[in-house]
């Protein structure tokens, strides 16, 4: 009988576990505003939790979340903001009383179950928050975290081969990266002085049908990469 119990309650903590997750500093492919950064997602058995940091670069700054802010899964299907801490929602606004200052702000939407991939898109007038394509992979994160550590170090060429084998992976990998990781090949090659293999990379870019696609086209635009 003990046993039978034993086994009952280790499936229930299985059963949880699996419906949970936390993932610290999750890695994601475009962002607004550039001072925000992704803190901590969980996903809870009743809810999904995003949590954002936010930090002042001019004086006399603010910010609010608009109520018409969502979770938008990998298939397309979006859930709004259901709770907030942290800052106000709009038309109320948190003034920041000076550069440098950070507000972290805790995002509550419904139960989505633990997504291999996910976005957070707020709808606003100007100014408005987003994070396109995040991460949820452990493995892939550590990974990304690795090759954007060398890239920092000057050792790009360890780093170009870890974006490739990413990318070269990213059809089975179900991430909303991959013109993040595109981009960056691009970008590599392009400040390498090898302008073939960057319009190589640009233009497998351009009938990827990477998620988000138009966005990072126009990311590498503002940059001044186009072919």
Not at 38 to 52: A, I, Y
Not at 203 to 222: C, I, K, N, Q
Request: net charge negative.
């Amino acid at each position: 009988m003990m046993k039978q119990i034993l086994i009952v309650v280790a499936l229930a903590l299985l059963t949880v576990t699996a419906a949970s997750q936390t993932i610290l500093n999750p890695n994601y492919g475009l962002k607004s505003p550039r001072s925000a950064e992704l803190v901590r997602v969980n996903f809870n058995t009743g809810s999904t939790e995003v949590q954002v940091s936010i930090t002042s670069e001019i004086d006399n700054a603010w910010f609010c979340i608009d109520r018409n802010t969502y979770i938008v899964r990998p298939d397309g299907t979006r859930l709004r903001l259901t709770g907030l801490k942290g800052l106000p929602y709009c038309p109320a606004t948190h003034r920041f009383s000076k550069p440098g200052e950070k507000v972290t702000v805790t995002m509550t939407f419904p139960h989505t179950g633990v997504l291999p991939w996910f976005s957070i898109i707020e709808e606003c007038g100007e100014g408005c928050l987003s994070f396109r394509g995040v991460v949820t992979d452990s493995d892939l994160n550590r990974k990304l975290d690795e090759a954007y550590a060398l890239v920092d170090k000057g050792e790009e060429a360890a780093a170009y081969s870890i974006f490739e084998q990413l990318l070269t992976e990213s059809d089975s990998l179900n991430i909303g990266i991959e013109g993040a990781l595109f981009s960056t090949l691009v970008t590599l090659d392009r400040n390498s002085g090898r302008a073939v293999a960057a319009r190589r990379w640009y233009e497998m870019m351009l009938t990827s049908g990477a998620p988000d696609l138009d966005l990072y086209l126009e990311s590498l635009r503002v940059q001044g990469v186009e072919f």
